[in-house]
């Protein structure tokens, strides 16, 4: 039996999207239809690489959070004119006729807490000769450095000058293409390579390439734009730089955080969702964790149910770079750990410190042991890098309500959802940053028949 019978993109009676405090009451089941746009870790690049055409582009599907705010008037700031298009929601038209520099005040004032200006330095130094990034915020997420960002960029013979609030690069010679050896899949670093490469001079090899479904999806948006990208087995990635790009009209990947996010909520909690847009494809790995944790999920043209097919079963999950388990998706699957039977493993490979919102889960009644040098024991797919963070979660444990101050966009997410499975109310606070990448959060909350009240 369908049980789907809200759709959270029905609008009337919708709540504000813009609250900082809300008490949820826990306990019910989530159920209805959302609908996920286009992937905020694309969208947010796309919107970048539309600054290396010479006429304007079109980008569907993109979602209303603020990490596209952020973006959009750091573009404007650099005289990219950037406007919804008429008629057509999720729709935007960037033209990047007038560019030009903008002041380092400026774009200090509008870079906000995202890490997306770093991407703005190959396109600048393209267009402008110079380009000016300040100190980058993001997620509180680990250390977060941008080494491999500046050393790709020097070896395209940018110069790289650190100031007391940022940093300036310039090329006085232009930029020409280069070998490339990351030591990482850095998602932002393919990305800065990419960007920058396009319109280099020569070819650009870049070894140990991030192949995340949105990194081949920038690919598609550049190869639109008139660039020469070839994937070649093993990470590699071959660039051959053209003289001039044009505009690009592209709809946005889905967003598979988004989908995996509310997958879990609905495990969690035990209802019913349908995300609309999800794909299986890109989904593939995360689906095989439902399905070993005990979820069920019936794919669709239009989008996948997921919910429990009986009760949760623990698992031993290690976060990796694509295909593997995404590290955005730890935090939503151990809140539904917290109510498999038995000890689950989860071990973080991609940030030195990304367990710390455990904490507010543990002050729920969970039992989840964060063991910051890994275990010794247990089953790891491969041990890879000095990061072997790992959390044991032993369940089932029922939750109760806490007063809570979300720290970052997926772990803030978490404390939400472990809120609506808990029994009794919770207070949480700074719920502002989940709208970040998450859009229409609370409306769609209200729609899946969440209980709670905004209070700030
Ligand atoms: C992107 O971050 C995403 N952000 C993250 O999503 C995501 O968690 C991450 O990729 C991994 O998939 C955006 O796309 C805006 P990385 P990014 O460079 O590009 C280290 C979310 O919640 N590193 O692949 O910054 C780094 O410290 C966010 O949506 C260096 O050491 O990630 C980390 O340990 C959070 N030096 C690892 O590499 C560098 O110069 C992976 O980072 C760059 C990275």
Redesign the pocket.
Known sequence: MNTLLNDANTPGGMVEDTAEIIKIRGGRPLSGRVEVKGA??LV??AMVAALLGETASVLHDVPDIS?VAVVRSLLEVHGVRVDEVEGEEGTLRLDPSGVESAHMEEIDAHAGA???PILFCGPLLHRLGQAFIPDLG??R??????????DALRKFGAVVEKQPNGIRLSAPQGLRGANIHL???????T?QVLLTAVRAKGVTELKNA?I?P?IMDLIAVLQKMGAIISYEPNRVILIEGVDALRGYDHRAIFDR?EAASWACAALATDGDIFVGGAKQQEMLTFLNVVRKVGGEFDIHEDGIRFRRGGALRPVSVETD?HPGF???WQQPLIVALTQAHGESIVHET???NRFGFTDALVKMGANIVVHPHGLQDGPRRVPRRN?EQAATITGPTPLHGADIVVP???GGYSHVIAALTAEGESTISNIGIISR?YEKFLSKLQLLGADFDIVG
Request: charged share 30%.
């Open positions: 905020k870790n947010t690049k990490d995202s890490r997306i993001g997620c997420i680990g250390d977060r450095p941008i080494d491999f960002h500046l030591p990482y899949p850095s998602v932002g670093a990305e991030a995340e949105e955080n770079v995404m590290t955005d991609v940030y030195e990061l970052d966009l997926r990448g």
